[in-house]
C-alpha cells in the first residue's frame, strides 16, 4: 500500500493550495480518506474526512468553512481545497487512509495507512 501526498507549497495568508493525495495498493473506494497536520513542537490533529462514498465529511472547527475535501474515484485521489489559509495552517500535512469513518470526530488510531507528508507553510 502506498499513499503519496503532494501540492504543499509556501503560500501568503490569505491565499489558496491544493494538496492532492494519490493511493495504490488498496481498494480506493472501500476506505475513508482524512487529512491531518502536524506542526512543529504540536501534536498531530486531525483536519478532515470523507467518507468512501463521499456524501459525508468532517472538518475541524479550526479549518470549517475555508478547506474543502474531495474524492475522485477514477483518479483514486483525495485533494484538500485550502483558502483563506492563515500562518497557524503552517504544518506537514498528511494523508491517510482508514476503514472507519466517524462524523462528528476524526481519530489517527482508526487510519492504518499513511503517506510521508506534504509541506505547507503560511507566510504573513
Not at 503532494?6 to 501568503?12: A, K, R, T, Y
Not at 502536524?38 to 462514498?53: D, F, L, M, N, Y
Not at 474524492?71 to 472507519?100: I, W
Request: hydrophobic share 35%.
Amino acid at each position: 500500500v502506498q499513499v503519496v501526498e503532494s501540492g504543499g507549497d509556501l503560500v501568503q495568508a490569505g491565499g489558496s493550495l491544493r494538496l492532492s493525495c494519490t493511493a495504490s495498493g488498496l481498494i480506493f473506494d472501500n476506505y475513508a480518506w482524512a487529512w491531518f497536520r502536524q506542526a512543529p513542537g504540536k501534536e498531530r490533529e486531525g483536519v478532515s474526512c470523507i467518507k468512501w462514498s463521499g456524501d459525508s465529511t468532517y472538518y475541524a472547527d479550526a479549518v470549517k468553512g475555508r478547506f474543502a475535501i474531495s474524492l475522485d474515484h477514477a483518479k483514486n485521489t483525495v485533494y484538500l481545497q485550502m483558502n483563506s489559509v492563515k500562518p497557524e495552517d503552517t504544518a506537514m500535512y498528511y494523508c491517510a487512509a482508514g476503514r472507519k469513518y466517524r462524523e462528528y470526530t476524526l481519530l489517527s488510531d482508526d487510519f492504518l495507512n499513511w503517506g510521508q507528508g506534504t509541506q505547507v507553510t503560511v507566510s504573513s
